[in-house]
RNA sequence: GGCCUGGUGGCGGAGUGGUGACGCAGCGGACUGCAAAUCCGCGUACCCGAGUUCGAUUCUCGGCCAGGCCUCCA
């Protein structure tokens, strides 16, 4: 039984879809502006491990998720005037290096990635219908949504409106009701890009196109809505409230709110406005994408994580072993294609990631010293697993030998082979200077019964 | 100030009312022409104080420390 913890309740429950045969998700994506840093990476790799527990729990064709798309904002506008191009030019662009990225780290792509531009209809008809029913009103070429509409608010937070009044820091806007209002829709500046609707011409608010995407690709209630937990409050405060009352919203809005926790450099949160930030773009240059997956889930999702070489460093260690493990095992017949109950049992436990790592190298152990019905179970377990949580799909030869072309491999195998020759010969100084050669190569050369096998060092 | 997290061994990081996480690093041994890998074994921990309890790292309260959020910023 899947157990999630969620934000609403605050606590760890069963998680029951509403409908098993169709299983939705929705996750807050990338706003597209300049390329995505290892902690906007975190979310995205760890509701892709819900995403494929989902599928293998309830089938591939019955989970759909969805992970919106931010192509309108302040900063995405002044790049586009910076470059003096479209905004198109601008969103299209960093979308694709996002999805690069993210395939890199081994996420898979969401069923829907919806663009807040692509989304204006249902974006307008929902404000349309929230001023309709009272919930929000226009001002001063703004529509605002009236919390005082909605007694919950607050609730997923934690905070009262009392608190938030006397916490305030910011000027409130003197077209606003009541301070908390927020705005659903507000003029454009002159240059920037505009849409027609009932309230002058202008553009969404933040919160709005995420109400309106679940409406549009999954339906009220969703099972599902992630993010990452700076989220919570005003963001998904503020889309819940709204997507409530915006008239599809009476059997809730979403059943289960995961938010997982920061990526921290040092001691500080990693954000674009710190500056302290290590773009994945950099980063799959230094390491294999999957080395960097790994390091992002050696810790549990709602933990926080302090992001270090070492920590991946340590990761590509631990990929190394059950490799390492694969590799020798490259003569065993898998005997099952399903995880084992204790990988399963982890990763149902809120996503307990570590200790389904614990159960990697338990299997890989098994593989390493068992019998061999053993053997040929752990090593279809293993590879199972792997392929539940996104790893281990490589070629154990291609993860240790993947930088290298062909050329280079022969080279290899024929210094290998020379050394042979000197081993059997036992001309061991001929031997040891050709091992020279090739540690001068970054090539690490083992020998073994069945012949050398060898490994690039990086 | 309000709200919310978290403080575990050299490092990363789970978990539990009373025995083992796991990984990395380290140490000893086996194996090995050398090396690597692998195997066997070893060590060190639960922020502070009080309480509950036969017993607390685990529950309660208080404190200290760190981090996050507190509205147009994703």
């Given amino acids: 039984m899947l157990k999630l913890h969620d934000t609403l309740t605050r606590e760890k429950r069963d998680f029951v879809p509403k409908d098993p045969r169709r299983v939705t998700m929705y996750v807050c994506g990338p706003t597209v502006y300049t390329y995505a840093h290892i902690g906007n990476a ?5 509701f892709d491990v819900l995403f494929r527990l989902l599928r293998h729990l309830y089938g591939e064709d019955a989970v759909v998720y969805a992970a919106n798309v931010t192509d309108v904002d302040d900063k995405i506008n002044a790049k586009a005037a910076a470059e003096g191009v479209a905004i198109d030019v601008i969103t299209d662009r960093y979308l694709d290096a996002y999805n690069a990225d993210m395939s890199t780290l081994g996420a898979l792509r969401p069923t829907f990635q919806p663009r807040a531009t692509r989304t204006m209809d249902t974006i307008i008809d929902l404000i349309g219908r929230l001023v309709h029913r009272n919930a929000a009103y ?8 009236n919390t005082q509409a909605y007694s919950d608010y607050g609730k997923l937070s934690g905070r009262s409106l009392d608190d938030m009044i ?3 820091r910011v000027d ?3 077209y606003k009701q009541h301070p908390a209002d927020f705005v659903l829709w507000k003029p454009s ?25 679940i409406e549009e690709q999954l339906g009220l209630p969703i099972d599902i809505h992630g993010g990452g937990n700076d989220l919570i409050f005003p963001h998904h405060e503020n889309e819940m409230a709204q997507g409530l009352c915006g008239g599809h919203g009476e059997d809730g809005y979403a059943n289960y709110w995961l938010h997982n926790g920061f990526l921290n450099m040092g001691a500080e949160k990693m954000s674009k406005s710190l500056g302290n930030v290590a773009l994945v773009h950099e980063l799959i240059g230094q390491w294999p ?3 960097l997956r790994w390091a992002l889930l050696s810790g549990h999702y709602r933990q926080p994580l302090e992001w270090t070489d070492d920590l991946v460093r340590q990761a590509k260690t631990s990929l190394d072993r059950l490799y390492g493990g694969l590799q020798r095992a490259a003569g065993v017949a898998p005997s099952t294609d399903a995880p084992s109950a204790e990988f399963l049992d982890a990763l149902c436990d809120d996503l307990n990631t570590p200790r389904a790592f614990a159960e990697f190298f338990r299997l890989a152990s098994v593989l390493e010293t068992g019998e061999a019905g053993a ?7 293993l590879l199972a697993a792997g392929a539940l949580a996104g790893f281990l799909q490589a070629d154990p030869d291609h993860w240790f030998q993947g930088g290298a072309d062909e050329a280079f491999k022969a080279r290899v195998e024929g210094l290998i082979a020379e050394r042979a020759e000197a081993r059997v010969a036992k001309d061991w100084p001929r031997a040891d200077r050709i091992r020279d050669e090739l540690a001068a190569l970054d090539v690490e050369v083992m020998d073994g019964a069945a012949g050398a096998r060898w490994k690039l060092k990086r």
């Fill in 172 to 174: 409130v806007a003197p």
């Fill in 289 to 291: 994408g999957e080395a």
């Fill in 138 to 145: 226009a001002a001063e070429g703004h529509v605002l949504f």
């Fill in 42 to 46: 975190r979310p995205v790799v760890a």
């Fill in 166 to 168: 006397a916490g305030a």
């Fill in 375 to 381: 053997q040929a179970e752990a090593k279809g377990q």
């Fill in 189 to 213: 500046k002159p240059g920037e890009p505009v849409w027609e609707s009932p309230w002058g011409p202008g553009r969404p608010g933040w919160h709005i196109e995420c109400s309106a995407m």
